[in-house]
C-alpha cells in the first residue's frame, strides 16, 4: 500500500494519538492534526495531505460540513470518516457529501488498513 | 453518615459502573465497588479529566439539562444516551440524573452500562450501510458517464442542457452550446485503427476539460460528436471559448495520429428556445464550419 502523508481530524486528544499511531504502524506519516472543524480546514490548506480521517463530532462545525469545505476547495481530496456515528442517515449523509469511506469506533487497525487501501484503489489520486 | 452509606450499599450492589460528580466543581464525590475494581479510585478527581480525558467540561455534559436554571436545584429527569469513551475505547449506554447529597451538595449521578459488544454488531452494519452508499454512488457515476471519454454521456448531458435552458427561460440567464465534431476522424479509424481512434478521442476529450471554467459542462454527443454547455454565458463568450478550444486542439501533439482539428458550432440562447431549436443552431453552425474548411467556429 501506498505510505500516505495524513490529516487527522477528532475533537479528543486522546483519539488522535491513537489513530496516529495506528496510522503510523500501517506505515503512513501524520502530517497534522486538528481538533476542531476550521482548523481542519486550515490545516488542509496548508498540509494538504494525501487522505484525511475525520470525526463528526466536532465542537464549531460539524465533520460532514467540513468534508464539503475541503472538496469545493479540492474535489480529488480523500476523506475517510471514523465516527462514533452509525446511524444510517448519518452514513449516507457523509457519503453524499463526498467521504470515500466510514469507519466506526474503537477504531480497529485491519479495518483502517482495508478502507484506506480500498479508497487508495477506487480513487487512488495522488498529490504527488 | 447513615443516608450516605444507604446511596453506597444501594449503588455498590449494581452490577454497573456508577460515579457521581458535584455539579459546581466536576469533583468525583462517590463511585460504587464495580467501578473502582474495574477502572481504579477516582475520588476527589475531576470527572472530564479523569474518566473521559479531557482538558475542560465534555461538550456532552448533561449538567445544564439536569439542573433548575433558576434554582440550580435538581430537575426530576433522567436523561439516557450513548457514548464511546476514547479512554477505554468502549461503548456505554448511560443514564443520569440530578439529586441532592446527603450533605446537601448538588450531585449528579450516572449508571454506565458497557454496551460495547451490542455495539460492535451496530457498526459493523453501519459500516456496511456505507459500503452500500459508495457502491450507489459509484453506480450513479457510471451512469451518466462515457465510459470511454470520462464526460457526462449523451443522456446526462440533455439533462444539464434542459436545466441551463430552463434557467434561462425563467431567470433571463444568458446560456449558450458549442457542437463540436473531430474533423475527418473516419479517417483517423481508417488510416491507424480504431485504437488509435479511441486514443484521440480521450486526449481531444482532456483538452476541452483542461480549456473550461467550472461551470461549463461537456459531454459525449455520440461517436466523434461533443456538445458542452456553457451556463451564465452569452453567444459571444462562447464563440471565444470555442474558437480557444480549436486552437488548443490543433496546436496538441497527438502520439498515435497526425494532427487532429475541430470544427465547431455556436448558439446562444433566445426567446422561445427549447433543446431540440437551440442544437438545430448549433448543428447549422457547425454544418457551416465544416463547408468552409474545417478547423474553425461558426455561429
Given at each position: 500500500?501506498?505510505?500516505?502523508?495524513?490529516?487527522?481530524?477528532d475533537?479528543?486528544?486522546?483519539?488522535?494519538?491513537?489513530?496516529?499511531?495506528i496510522?503510523?504502524d500501517l506505515?503512513?506519516?501524520?502530517?497534522g492534526?486538528a481538533?476542531n472543524g476550521i482548523?481542519?480546514?486550515?490545516?488542509?490548506?496548508?498540509?494538504?495531505?494525501d487522505?484525511v480521517?475525520?470525526d463528526?463530532t466536532?465542537?464549531?462545525?460539524?465533520?460532514i460540513?467540513?468534508?464539503?469545505?475541503?472538496l469545493?476547495f479540492?474535489?480529488?481530496a480523500?476523506?475517510i470518516?471514523?465516527?462514533s456515528?452509525?446511524?444510517?442517515?448519518m452514513?449516507?449523509d457523509s457519503?453524499?457529501?463526498?467521504?470515500?469511506g466510514?469507519?466506526?469506533?474503537p477504531?480497529?487497525?485491519?479495518?483502517?488498513r482495508?478502507t484506506?487501501?480500498?479508497v487508495?484503489?477506487?480513487?487512488?489520486?495522488?498529490?504527488? | 453518615m447513615?443516608?450516605?452509606d444507604l446511596?453506597?450499599?444501594?449503588?455498590?450492589?449494581?452490577?454497573?459502573?456508577i460515579?457521581?460528580?458535584?455539579?459546581?466543581?466536576?469533583e468525583i464525590?462517590?463511585?460504587?465497588?464495580?467501578?473502582i475494581e474495574?477502572?481504579?479510585?477516582?475520588i476527589?478527581?475531576?470527572?472530564?479529566?479523569r474518566?473521559?480525558?479531557?482538558e475542560k467540561?465534555?461538550?456532552?455534559c448533561?449538567?445544564?439539562?439536569?439542573?433548575d436554571?433558576?434554582?440550580?436545584?435538581p430537575?426530576?429527569?433522567?436523561?439516557?444516551?450513548?457514548?464511546?469513551n476514547?479512554?477505554?475505547d468502549r461503548?456505554?449506554?448511560i443514564q443520569e440524573?440530578?439529586?441532592t447529597?446527603p450533605?446537601?451538595?448538588i450531585?449528579?449521578?450516572?449508571?454506565?452500562?458497557?454496551i460495547s459488544?451490542?455495539k460492535e454488531?451496530?457498526?459493523?452494519?453501519?459500516?456496511?450501510h456505507?459500503?452500500?452508499a459508495l457502491?450507489?454512488k459509484?453506480?450513479e457515476?457510471?451512469?451518466?458517464?462515457d465510459?470511454?471519454?470520462?464526460?457526462?454521456?449523451?443522456?446526462?448531458?440533455e439533462?444539464?442542457?434542459?436545466?441551463v435552458?430552463?434557467?434561462?427561460?425563467r431567470?433571463?440567464?444568458?446560456?449558450?452550446?458549442?457542437m463540436?465534431?473531430?474533423?475527418?476522424?473516419k479517417?483517423?479509424n481508417d488510416?491507424?485503427?480504431?485504437?488509435?481512434?479511441?486514443?484521440?478521442?480521450v486526449?481531444?476529450s482532456?483538452i476541452?476539460?483542461?480549456?473550461m471554467?467550472k461551470?461549463?459542462?461537456p459531454?459525449?454527443?455520440?461517436g466523434e460528436e461533443?456538445?458542452i454547455v456553457?451556463?451564465?454565458?452569452?453567444?459571444?463568450?462562447?464563440?471565444?471559448m470555442?474558437?480557444?478550444i480549436?486552437?488548443?486542439?490543433?496546436?496538441a501533439?497527438f502520439p498515435?495520429?497526425?494532427?487532429?482539428?475541430?470544427?465547431?458550432?455556436?448558439?446562444?440562447?433566445?426567446e422561445?428556445?427549447?433543446r431540440v431549436k437551440?442544437?438545430?443552431?448549433?448543428?447549422s453552425?457547425?454544418?457551416r464550419?465544416k463547408?468552409?474548411?474545417?478547423?474553425?467556429?461558426?455561429r
Amino acid at each position: 500500500m501506498r505510505a500516505c502523508k495524513v490529516l487527522v481530524v477528532d475533537d479528543s486528544l486522546i483519539t488522535v494519538r491513537k489513530i496516529s499511531q495506528i496510522l503510523e504502524d500501517l506505515g503512513h506519516t501524520v502530517t497534522g492534526y486538528a481538533l476542531n472543524g476550521i482548523d481542519a480546514i486550515e490545516k488542509y490548506r496548508e498540509l494538504k495531505p494525501d487522505l484525511v480521517t475525520m470525526d463528526i463530532t466536532l465542537p464549531d462545525i460539524n465533520g460532514i460540513q467540513v468534508v464539503q469545505n475541503i472538496l469545493a476547495f479540492d474535489k480529488s481530496a480523500l476523506i475517510i470518516m471514523i465516527t462514533s456515528h452509525g446511524q444510517e442517515q448519518m452514513v449516507i449523509d457523509s457519503i453524499d457529501a463526498g467521504a470515500k469511506g466510514y469507519v466506526m469506533k474503537p477504531v480497529k487497525p485491519d479495518i483502517l488498513r482495508d478502507t484506506i487501501e480500498q479508497v487508495l484503489s477506487n480513487y487512488g489520486g495522488s498529490h504527488d | 453518615m447513615i443516608e450516605g452509606d444507604l446511596f453506597k450499599s444501594l449503588f455498590d450492589v449494581i452490577p454497573f459502573d456508577i460515579y457521581v460528580v458535584d455539579v459546581v466543581s466536576y469533583e468525583i464525590i462517590y463511585m460504587n465497588r464495580k467501578m473502582i475494581e474495574s477502572r481504579g479510585n477516582f475520588i476527589g478527581e475531576r470527572c472530564f479529566e479523569r474518566i473521559y480525558g479531557e482538558e475542560k467540561p465534555c461538550y456532552f455534559c448533561k449538567i445544564p439539562q439536569l439542573i433548575d436554571g433558576t434554582t440550580s436545584r435538581p430537575l426530576d429527569k433522567t436523561i439516557t444516551f450513548d457514548l464511546f469513551n476514547p479512554m477505554d475505547d468502549r461503548w456505554y449506554q448511560i443514564q443520569e440524573k440530578a439529586m441532592t447529597w446527603p450533605d446537601g451538595r448538588i450531585t449528579k449521578y450516572s449508571i454506565a452500562v458497557d454496551i460495547s459488544e451490542l455495539k460492535e454488531t451496530q457498526n459493523r452494519l453501519a459500516e456496511a450501510h456505507a459500503q452500500l452508499a459508495l457502491k450507489n454512488k459509484a453506480l450513479e457515476r457510471l451512469s451518466i458517464t462515457d465510459n470511454l471519454t470520462g464526460l457526462f454521456n449523451r443522456l446526462h448531458i440533455e439533462d444539464v442542457l434542459e436545466n441551463v435552458l430552463y434557467s434561462s427561460r425563467r431567470y433571463g440567464h444568458p446560456s449558450s452550446i458549442i457542437m463540436i465534431d473531430i474533423d475527418h476522424f473516419k479517417q483517423v479509424n481508417d488510416t491507424w485503427g480504431h485504437l488509435v481512434g479511441d486514443e484521440v478521442l480521450v486526449q481531444v476529450s482532456d483538452i476541452f476539460r483542461r480549456s473550461m471554467r467550472k461551470s461549463d459542462v461537456p459531454g459525449r454527443w455520440g461517436g466523434e460528436e461533443f456538445l458542452i454547455v456553457c451556463q451564465d454565458t452569452d453567444e459571444d463568450s462562447a464563440y471565444l471559448m470555442a474558437e480557444k478550444i480549436c486552437h488548443q486542439v490543433a496546436n496538441a501533439e497527438f502520439p498515435s495520429a497526425k494532427a487532429i482539428t475541430i470544427s465547431a458550432g455556436v448558439a446562444g440562447f433566445r426567446e422561445g428556445d427549447d433543446r431540440v431549436k437551440i442544437i438545430q443552431r448549433s448543428d447549422s453552425a457547425l454544418y457551416r464550419a465544416k463547408e468552409l474548411g474545417r478547423n474553425r467556429v461558426e455561429r
